[in-house]
């Protein structure tokens, strides 16, 4: 792998996420709403594992790569349709990434590793996947949890704790300890129902 090929790749995967029509607001810059993502999951993974492999720093750039092309509305309502539309959607975003990893001249042992990344194989058991899952959970902490929490207004507190224990159960140990030492922000208004469910 080439310092040339993984810069290549990264300027592949932010060309594509610039294709997105969905912008956001962060301070006075409009961005592409999934290349924005993907610059706070890169920036998030710099600091929690600074020391991370090329493939990891590729597959955290591509975890939501043209994930506007792929809608929960083309799937049915209800858990099932929701279920269905995630498991694809991680293929899709798989698929996305190997192309461009292709084009670049990656190696195909490379860009599988990439692929059980972004295609959530063995979480738990994979270190690649897992490194992703805590990257991504950070990342829905610090900079979308309130954003979540304000379209959800009808959630109990129950509901809550619940969310905020589903996305810790992803996480791993390295990840927990990272939170409890401070590493993220917390969403203020959400700190106190946070500190409660962790504890």
């Known amino acids: 792998m080439s310092t040339q090929q993984f810069e ?8 594509a996420n610039n294709q997105d029509p969905n912008k956001v607001w962060n301070g006075n810059i409009e961005w592409p709403k999934e290349r924005l993502y993907s610059e706070r999951m890169t920036e998030m993974l710099m600091r929690f594992k600074p020391e991370a492999k090329d493939v990891i720093k590729i597959a955290v ?6 994930r506007w092309k792929s809608l929960r509305s083309d799937y049915p309502l209800g858990k099932q349709g929701y279920h269905q539309w995630r498991t694809e959607l991680y293929s899709f975003h798989a698929e996305r990434v190997a192309e461009l990893m292709q084009q670049a001249g990656y190696e195909q042992a490379e860009i599988d590793q990439v ?9 738990k058991r994979n270190p690649d996947t897992q490194l992703l899952e805590d990257v991504a959970g950070l990342v829905f902490v610090e900079h979308y ?3 979540f929490a304000n379209k959800h207004p009808e959630y ?11 996305t810790w159960k992803k996480m791993s140990d390295d990840a927990h300890q990272f939170v409890l030492d401070g590493g993220i922000t917390l969403p203020a208004p959400l700190q106190g129902l946070i500190v409660k469910a962790i504890s």
């Open 8 to 15: 290549q790749v990264i300027a592949l995967i932010d060309d």
């Open 115 to 123: 692929k059980q990344a972004v295609g959530k194989k063995s979480i």
């Open 61 to 66: 750039r591509a975890q939501h790569i043209l």
């Open 145 to 147: 949890m309130f954003e």
């Open 156 to 166: 109990t507190e129950e509901k809550w704790m619940g969310i905020i224990l589903k």
